[in-house]
Antibody, heavy 120, light 110 residues
Framework: HVQLQESGPGLVKPSETLSLICIVS????????WNWIRQPPGKGLEWIGY???????NYNPSLKSRVTISVDTSKNQFSLRLRSVTAADTAVYYC??????????????WGQGTPVTVSS | QSALTQPASVSGSPGQSITISCTGT?????????VSWYQQHPGKAPKLMIY???SRPSGISNRFSGSKSGNTASLTISGLQAEDEADYYC??????????FGTGTKVTVL
């Protein structure tokens, strides 16, 4: 059974870069789609983007200019970088796996989430 | 891309059935049978309840069922129980191969 665990700073200053990693255990990252999803306090879920194990990426158009998702197969982990953050980027950030067509492009496995606050 | 539209809240008494709608466009919900539903209790990560519009993952109660008509998908919870009180989100694959979530629905068990 795959497990995902997010890690990274809980506090980021405005205009700086938010960096998180998601460590995958129990299965190889060399398959499927690996996603980042966030949830601002008291609000709904927002899909940020994914990286496919092949290295291809796709991002939410509203965040595309500021987001980079990368993968490190040797460490079985993938990362999120969000540049030029503002208070609007304050949220709980989740990493999640979807198995593509076979799983209906649904998010089958989730990390516990990590809260990130943007504040000076 | 715009978020899929869900009602803000739905309520029902124990034992009753409720239905949550999820309305998108022909570029997402209406164009593909890749709609999924998630349950989220306060302070917890979302949990997959339905995928491929109607399929249930292993371990999910058959009280949860999904359907779709045109650009609107629906989640029905039958035999409502206190433990079903949570937020529910739909999600869909899109024509840009991105993913999009619904606005979320708070289910209250009266």
């Amino acid at each position: 059974h795959v497990q995902l665990q997010e890690s990274g700073p809980g506090l980021v200053k405005p205009s700086e870069t938010l960096s998180l990693i998601c460590i995958v255990s129990g299965d190889s990252i060399s398959s499927d789609f690996w996603n980042w999803i966030r949830q601002p306090p008291g609000k709904g879920l927002e899909w940020i983007g994914y990286i496919h194990y092949s290295g291809s990426t796709n991002y939410n158009p509203s965040l595309k200019s500021r987001v980079t998702i990368s993968v490190d197969t040797s460490k079985n982990q993938f990362s999120l970088r969000l540049r030029s953050v503002t208070a609007a980027d304050t949220a709980v950030y989740y990493c999640a796996r979807d198995t593509g067509h076979g799983g209906g492009y649904s998010f089958q496995d989730w990390g516990q989430g990590t809260p990130v606050t943007v504040s000076s | 891309q715009s978020a899929l539209t869900q009602p803000a809240s739905v309520s029902g008494s124990p034992g009753q059935s409720i239905t949550i709608s999820c309305t998108g466009t022909s570029s997402d919900v209406g164009g593909y049978n890749y709609v999924s539903w998630y349950q989220q209790h306060p302070g917890k990560a979302p949990k997959l309840m339905i995928y491929d519009v109607t399929s249930r993952p292993s371990g999910i109660s058959n009280r949860f069922s999904g359907s779709k008509s045109g650009n609107t998908a629906s989640l029905t919870i039958s035999g409502l129980q206190a433990e079903d009180e949570a937020d529910y989100y739909c999600s869909s694959y899109t024509s840009s191969t991105t993913r999009v979530f619904g606005t979320g629905t708070k289910v209250t068990v009266l």
